[in-house]
C-alpha cells in the first residue's frame, strides 16, 4: 500500500509517481464524469476519490524522483 503525501501549500497528493488535485463538489471541471463525447471525440475525467472532504483527480504531469 502507498503511503500519502500531502503538499500543505496546494494540497496536492502524491502516490506514487503522480500528483492529484484537489476540487471542491462545486468547481469540478465540465470533464468530470464522463468517458467519452462521441459527437467531438474528447475524453472526460472517469477516475478520481474523495479524502477529507475533497475530490482529487490525476493531474496530466508525473513526477519522478
Known amino acids: 500500500m502507498q503511503s500519502i503525501k500531502l503538499q500543505k501549500t496546494t494540497n496536492r497528493i502524491r502516490l506514487g509517481v ?28 472517469d477516475r478520481w476519490f474523495n479524502y477529507k472532504g475533497l475530490t482529487y483527480m490525476q493531474e496530466k504531469k508525473a513526477y519522478y524522483d
Not at 21 to 41: C, E
Open 18 to 45: 503522480f500528483w492529484y488535485k484537489p476540487y471542491l463538489i462545486g468547481s469540478l471541471p465540465p470533464s468530470f464524469a464522463f468517458r467519452h463525447n462521441k459527437s467531438d471525440g474528447t475524453f472526460g475525467v
